[in-house]
């Protein structure tokens, strides 16, 4: 497929990232027509959704919510529904006309759609793209339009993080990797299984990226004066890149944390169990992560999670940037994730 070669290219400056060899795997499409990250319907029977151990974790969840988080409770509706809380179907999402972009940050704009996230860092020596769209026409017309739109040049961007292996952050790849030359980051396991096979498919995906750049836990993927420390965070896939690294306004740092994959929508009912349980552990872990780290920003790429749109809305000069949500806020929303993926995990033992 020449859409997928890669040109000669400078390298990246990458610590402890190997370049794998393209390995041409039989790619197994399965046409299940279901959206990426939305829930999916994987219901327990009504009756477990009563039991009192998923009532306790979905409590608990509640209650690390509070007003400000209860976006994340509809994590639990897998186990039991929120009242009050509903959700816009992916359908809806993606007909919902484009925000327009926008700087969350000096070195980090938002440049995605209602459905599905794009975010740009920038550094001293050009950017880092985390996630690429569904296809290739959304690629140009969302997040290449919306840098130029910010005054970013989206010919610089030279590496492209996908965070999983689903084709709504995938998808528009081919588009940079052509146009640009950008490399292609993802994890080993996430690479393996867009190679030898996709879990989703819709005909609105683009074709995944010919495999470039594999990362394992605790690299480093470095660019300028700019270093993503990425944690895999297994659940909703099993390579889900999660990324750590400064956010800069004015004179001011933070940490932020990047959550790459969000939803309980496993595409395969037999692993199902190790996965909600690696999702479980990963949440927990980073919460550990998040607190020495001192994580105050924490993002997804599902504005439906973080509500990046809404945050952007708010900003105005000389006022609190509405996404430092601060080190509390940060560790209430991975125990909310924690909470909803136990209070699932008990609703599917019950
Ligand atoms: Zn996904």
Not at 45 to 58: D, G, I, R, T
Not at 261 to 268: D, I
Request: hydrophobic share 45%.
């Amino acid at each position: 497929m020449p859409f997928f070669k890669p040109r000669a290219r400078p390298p990246l400056r990458a610590e402890a990232v190997g370049e794998e060899a393209f390995r041409a795997g039989r790619r197994q499409l399965l046409a299940l027509g279901c959206a990426c990250c939305a829930a999916m319907a994987l219901a327990p029977n009504p009756a477990a959704a009563q039991s009192p151990l998923v009532q306790q974790h979905l409590a608990a969840a509640r209650a690390a919510a509070g007003d400000d988080l209860r976006a994340y409770l509809r994590l639990g509706e897998v186990a039991a529904p929120t009242p009050g809380l509903r959700s816009a179907s992916p359908a809806e999402l993606r007909a919902m006309a484009t925000p327009p972009p926008g700087r969350a940050f000096d070195n980090l704009a938002f440049v995605g759609s209602r459905w599905v996230t794009a975010w740009a860092i920038t550094t001293s020596d050009g950017i880092i793209l985390v996630d690429a769209m569904d296809n290739d026409a959304d690629a140009e017309r969302i997040p290449d339009a919306g840098m130029r739109q910010l005054g970013l040049d989206p010919a610089q961007i030279r590496t492209l993080v996908v965070s999983h292996g689903h084709g709504d952050h995938y998808g528009g790849a081919g588009h940079f990797v052509r146009r640009y030359g950008s490399r292609v980051v993802c994890s080993e396991a996430d690479w393996t299984m867009m190679e030898t096979g996709l879990e989703f498919d819709r005909p609105d995906w683009g074709r995944p990226p010919r495999r470039d750049l594999a990362v394992r836990d605790g690299d480093m993927i470095r660019l300028g004066d700019t270093a993503l420390e990425v944690m895999i965070t297994p659940g909703h896939t099993m390579g889900t890149v999660t990324l750590l690294f400064d956010v800069r306004q004015g004179g001011r740092t933070h940490r932020a944390m990047m959550w790459g994959g969000t939803a309980f929508n496993f595409g395969a009912r037999a692993d199902r169990i190790p996965r909600l349980q690696g999702y479980i552990d990963a949440t927990a872990r980073a919460r550990e992560i998040a607190a020495r780290q001192n994580v105050e920003v924490f993002l997804s790429n599902h504005n439906v999670y973080d509500e990046a749109v809404e945050k952007l809305g708010r900003m105005r000069p000389g006022a609190a940037n509405p996404f430092v949500i601060g080190a509390a806020a940060t560790q209430r929303a991975l125990t909310v994730m924690h909470e909803c993926a136990r209070a699932t995990m008990a609703a599917w033992s019950a």
